[in-house]
């Protein structure tokens, strides 16, 4: 809802066939914007009734932002995961909210599988295709993994991987899935040796992210 008020302040404005060399209107000189440009008065009353509902949902966020940081301060899984490079304070707490223990998976592929990323897989007597990703699981861990990965540069593990499969498949998109089941798997490994190491000494070690060093580079 929040996109949506701000998406539709931008359509009010051009379609009065105003451009505003202002990249949030929504910033320090938003507030402007109304008496800097020719609009019709509708347009004008519009625009600041989207401003006050974007106000009113900024509160809320803010809000519901500090109190999720409050809750999961002192978690483990919380802790463990914002070492992960590209995951920010929203997607750990959808890590954290949707995947829970992470010790009732097996393995990286029960993981991914869960939130679907994992290719289709049709059979047929001897032969086998692989499809699309299956996109049955949770969306919320597929949708953070993803967008976890598309901006990591190309100099990391992580970045490598989705470069590599760009390279090879020729879409970034497939690129991003591939790097984001590497990404997936190493939040796996991480939050289970952190929780080892506090349920075997009582207190949280840190642990480096498994994919965060790329090959051939050494540790100190």
């Given at each position: 809802m929040?996109?949506?008020?701000?998406?539709?302040?931008?359509a009010?404005?051009?379609?009065?066939?105003?451009?505003?060399?202002?990249?949030?209107?929504y910033?320090?000189e938003?507030?402007?914007?109304?008496?800097?440009?020719?609009?019709?008065?509708?347009?004008?009353?519009r625009?600041?009734?989207?401003?006050?509902f974007?106000?009113?949902?900024?509160?809320?966020?803010?809000?519901?932002?500090?109190?999720?940081?409050y809750?999961?301060?002192?978690?483990r899984?919380?802790?463990?995961?914002?070492?992960?490079?590209?995951?920010?304070?929203?997607?750990?707490?959808?890590?954290?909210a949707?995947?829970?223990d992470?010790?009732?998976?097996?393995?990286?592929?029960?993981?991914?599988?869960?939130?679907?990323?994992?290719?289709?897989?049709?059979?047929?007597?001897?032969k086998?295709?692989?499809?699309?990703?299956?996109k049955?699981g949770?969306?919320?861990?597929?949708?953070?993994a993803?967008?976890?990965?598309?901006?990591?540069?190309?100099?990391?593990?992580?970045?490598?991987?989705?470069d590599?499969?760009?390279?090879?498949?020729?879409h970034?998109?497939?690129?991003?899935?591939?790097?984001?089941?590497?990404?997936?798997?190493?939040?796996r490994?991480?939050g289970?040796a952190?929780?080892?190491s506090?349920?075997?000494?009582?207190?949280?070690?840190?642990?480096?992210?498994?994919?965060?060093?790329?090959?051939?580079?050494?540790?100190?």
């Amino acid at each position: 809802m929040w996109t949506q008020c701000k998406a539709h302040a931008h359509a009010v404005v051009a379609k009065g066939g105003i451009w505003v060399p202002i990249t949030d209107p929504y910033g320090v000189e938003g507030p402007l914007l109304p008496d800097r440009v020719n609009l019709a008065a509708p347009c004008k009353e519009r625009i600041g009734s989207l401003r006050r509902f974007v106000e009113a949902f900024d509160a809320e966020i803010d809000l519901f932002t500090r109190l999720a940081q409050y809750r999961l301060a002192r978690e483990r899984g919380y802790t463990a995961i914002e070492q992960i490079p590209g995951i920010g304070p929203v997607r750990e707490q959808c890590f954290v909210a949707e995947i829970g223990d992470v010790h009732r998976f097996a393995g990286p592929t029960q993981l991914t599988c869960w939130a679907g990323l994992t290719p289709s897989h049709h059979e047929s007597d001897t032969k086998v295709q692989r499809g699309r990703i299956t996109k049955q699981g949770s969306r919320l861990v597929r949708w953070a993994a993803i967008e976890s990965v598309k901006m990591l540069p190309a100099t990391t593990y992580i970045g490598g991987i989705r470069d590599k499969a760009v390279q090879r498949r020729g879409h970034r998109n497939i690129g991003a899935v591939a790097a984001a089941r590497k990404q997936l798997a190493g939040a796996r490994l991480l939050g289970r040796a952190i929780t080892t190491s506090v349920r075997c000494t009582g207190r949280p070690v840190r642990h480096e992210h498994p994919n965060s060093v790329g090959r051939g580079s050494c540790r100190s």
